[in-house]
């Protein structure tokens, strides 16, 4: 059964920062392309950043330069650095994975950035 752990969400406030932790399990993680989304309240949930299993990675526009995304295939787990984080970063931040055609979602983790 695979499973992903989204960890690392909370309050911060604005130009903060926080990392952001996936751990996968049930897949062969070194194989699979692994996002980051987020929905905020309202609106459809958007591609944050992706990171393919041969290290290729590309960004959503909001977050370039603020935010970086990295993997450990040793501890099979990606993250995401989130830097100089304002309140439009606000949303529910879910990990996925996509390997052999077949798509796993985590739970999401809830980043609320406020003063």
């Known amino acids: 059964q695979v499973q992903l752990v989204e960890s690392g969400g909370g309050l911060v406030q604005p130009g903060g920062s926080l990392r952001l932790s996936c751990a996968a399990s049930?897949?062969?993680?070194?194989?699979?392309?692994m996002r980051w989304y987020r929905q905020a309240p309202g609106k459809e949930r958007d591609l944050v950043a992706a990171?393919?299993?041969?290290?290729?990675?590309n960004y959503a526009d909001s977050v370039k330069g603020r935010f970086t995304i990295s993997r450990d295939n040793a501890k099979n787990t990606v993250y995401v650095e989130m830097n100089s984080l304002t309140p439009e970063d606000t949303a529910v931040y879910y990990c996925?994975?996509?390997?052999?055609?077949?798509?796993?979602w985590g739970q999401g983790t809830q980043v609320t950035v406020s003063s």
């Open positions: 049930g897949i062969i993680f070194s194989r699979a392309t």
């Open positions: 996925n994975a996509v390997l052999s055609f077949s798509i796993y």
């Open positions: 990171i393919t299993s041969g290290g290729s990675i």
